[in-house]
């Protein structure tokens, strides 16, 4: 069991970056593959980037590559998502997700194969 709370959204101007975070309770964080989606008003939840246990595997949305970043630090049991370049387009609610599962690259990008979700956080990015 985990509980996930990501905090670090804003309002940012085009072109800026914002680093969001999310807090995992308990002592198995190092234990579950992590991911961040995002959600637009009135399109589905979209897949953005996930991480392995240990950090050394990533995989990364088409939309995002070469400018968001996944990470993690297991001692402090936090992910991490480095945002820059940001654009009008990537405004919407991003979630934290786990899953229990050990790293699998073909079902990371699918939400339906994560066990836990944060609330999320708000990010707006303005022209």
């Known amino acids: 069991q985990v509980q996930l709370v990501e905090s670090g959204g804003g309002l940012v101007q085009a072109g800026g970056s914002l680093r969001l975070s999310c807090g995992a309770s308990?002592?198995?964080?190092?234990?579950?593959?992590m991911g961040w989606f995002r959600q637009a008003p009135g399109k589905e939840r979209e897949f953005l980037a996930a991480?392995?246990?240990?950090?050394?595997?990533?995989n990364y949305a088409d939309s995002v590559k070469g400018r968001f970043t996944i990470s993690r630090d297991n001692a402090k049991s936090t992910l991490y998502l480095q945002m820059n370049n940001l654009k009008p387009e990537d405004t919407a609610v991003y979630y934290c997700?786990?899953?229990?599962?050990?790293?699998?690259?073909?079902?990371?990008?699918?939400?339906?194969?994560?066990?836990?979700w944060g609330q999320g956080t708000q990010v707006t990015v303005s022209s």
């Open positions: 997700a786990a899953n229990s599962a050990a790293y699998n690259s073909a079902y990371a990008r699918l939400g339906s194969k994560y066990d836990y």
């Open positions: 308990g002592r198995t964080f190092g234990r579950y593959t």
């Open positions: 991480i392995s246990w240990g950090g050394s595997a990533t």
